[in-house]
């Protein structure tokens, strides 16, 4: 019986971090469908400087996700904990309660890794904040986009090492 609990909380854990938004698709990189194929906009830059930031990045979706996955797997365990104390439907009930309970507890805003880029454009000093890691950017030219929405994107102008 302590193994079983002990594993559902395991796993309940592991799933329950899983659901963490990662921010990737806030990248300079990352483009809409409607983007791809069409034209923008693009200039050069030199950077100047890259400093780490972070970005706070909505985390709604994950913290639905992570409430469902508690709930289900609360119920799960409350069952076979009910089952053997003969209470399976409350244990189950309990247990998902407690499981939904629990996984609504991730944050709706998490705080992710990015950079601040300054950099010098048409004789002024300026500065961004992208989502990105600081190896995926150098000082010197960098291409920076222009979406229609008005964005400007400076394109990472450097690859980070690869891990192995």
Same mark, same amino acid.
């Given at each position: ?9 395991v796993v ?17 990189? +990352?483009?809409?469908?409607?983007e ?18 972070? +970005? ?9 996700n992570?409430?469902?996955a ?19 439907? +409350? ?29 010098a ?21 960098? +291409? ?14 450097t ?6």
């Amino acid at each position: 019986m302590k193994k079983l609990i002990l594993s559902s909380a395991v796993v309940a854990t592991v799933l329950l971090t899983g659901c963490q938004s990662t921010g990737e698709q806030y990248g300079a990189n +990352v483009y809409d469908a409607s983007e791809v194929n069409s034209t923008q906009e693009a200039t050069t830059v030199n950077i100047i400087a890259v400093m780490p930031a972070k +970005v706070k990045v909505d985390n709604t979706k994950g913290q639905k996700n992570a409430s469902k996955a508690g709930a289900l797997i609360g119920a799960i365990a409350g069952g076979f904990i009910g089952d053997n104390s003969g209470e399976a439907g +409350v244990g189950a009930a309990i247990g998902g309660i407690a499981g939904g309970v629990t996984g609504s507890m991730v944050d709706k805003e998490i705080l992710i890794d990015g950079v601040s880029l300054t950099y010098a454009h048409d004789g002024k000093t300026l500065n961004a904040i992208q989502v990105a890691k600081a190896c995926q950017f150098k000082p010197g030219i960098a +291409v920076m986009v222009s979406t229609d929405s008005g964005d400007a994107r400076l394109q990472p102008n450097t690859t980070c090492p690869v891990e192995k």
